[in-house]
């Protein structure tokens, strides 16, 4: 018999009409983030008249390039089905994280009720600034 350790990613999901929870215990890294999409996409998938996805992150660890990779793309999958991306009970360091990656307000700004946002526009779009040397110089 083998024994998972404590920080394996161990995703439980609660359901109802419209809305999804997982909670989300263990290390979000290179090992584990396909298994939180493939959760997230399997509820995003099974429920058509859901509404909101919730990330219950208090038993969160540790979370490397590949766990906010998989969050970001949880974030595209969500906004695509028009669900609302929820990451409730953040602990410090995924928000250090999200703060250092400028990617805390893309992934926890509410969304506009009743507004489709199309890719390309909206809050997450990121203005160019140009490179090299300035004109002035």
């Known amino acids: 018999m083998t024994t ?11 359901d109802s009409q419209d809305s999804l929870r ?13 298994l939180l999409v493939a959760e997230v996409t399997a509820g995003l998938s099974g429920q058509p008249a ?18 906010l990779s998989a969050l970001l793309m949880i974030g595209r999958r969500t906004t695509a089905a028009g669900v609302r991306l929820h990451l409730d009970d953040r602990p410090a360091n995924l928000n250090r994280l999200l703060e ?7 992934l926890t700004a509410p969304s ?11 809050d997450s779009t990121v203005q160019a600034r140009p490179t090299g040397q300035d004109a002035n110089t």
């Not at 998972?4 to 609660?14: E, G, I, K, S």
């Not at 997982?22 to 396909?34: F, K, M």
């Not at 859901?50 to 766990?67: F, K, P, Q």
Request: with cysteine.
């Open 100 to 106: 250092l990656t400028g990617t805390l307000e893309h």
């Open 22 to 34: 997982i909670e989300v215990r263990g290390d979000l890294d290179y090992a584990s983030a396909d």
């Open 50 to 67: 859901l509404t909101d996805l919730h990330l219950s992150c208090a038993g969160l660890g540790a979370v490397d390039s590949m766990g």
């Open 4 to 14: 998972r350790p404590d920080h394996h990613l161990q995703p439980t999901t609660v």
């Open 112 to 122: 506009p009720v009743g507004a489709e946002e199309t890719p390309g526009t909206g």
